[in-house]
């Protein structure tokens, strides 16, 4: 959105100093950009409508927590601290923690 208004107050400034022909190419581009997010949006929105998600978590002792095939670590927890890290998409790490849990979540077609 920022990036159009920019355009468009580009497009304006231009006519000061463009021939007619220039600022119709302008505003041309800025429709068929219009209709490029427009598309992109309807793409998005039906995508989604035919997506689930689905989360579980998962619990291990030490320092380390792993999320089960297809599943994607998003937050973890640890025993006595705050500090975490996710490794490799799927492994929660804590550092030297006696517990380590990890939230895994996996997006998938209804």
């Known amino acids: 959105m920022k990036s159009a208004t920019l ?10 100093w463009c021939p007619s022909s220039a600022v119709l190419a302008g505003l041309r581009m800025i429709k068929d950009l219009r209709k490029d997010l ?5 793409i998005a929105s ?6 689930t998600k689905s989360c579980t978590s998962t619990n291990s ?3 380390y927590a ?4 297809g599943y994607l670590a998003v937050s973890c927890s640890c025993g006595n601290s705050a ?3 996710i490794k490799s998409e799927k492994t929660c790490h804590c550092a030297n923690q006696d517990w380590t849990s990890a ?3 996996k997006i998938g077609k209804k």
């Open 7 to 16: 355009l468009l107050l580009l497009l304006l400034l231009t006519t000061l």
């Open 38 to 42: 427009l598309l992109k949006t309807i």
């Open 46 to 51: 039906a995508s989604m409508e035919k997506a």
């Open 61 to 63: 002792s030490g320092s």
């Open 66 to 69: 792993n999320c089960q095939s």
């Open 83 to 85: 500090s975490w890290e």
């Open 103 to 105: 939230r895994c979540c």
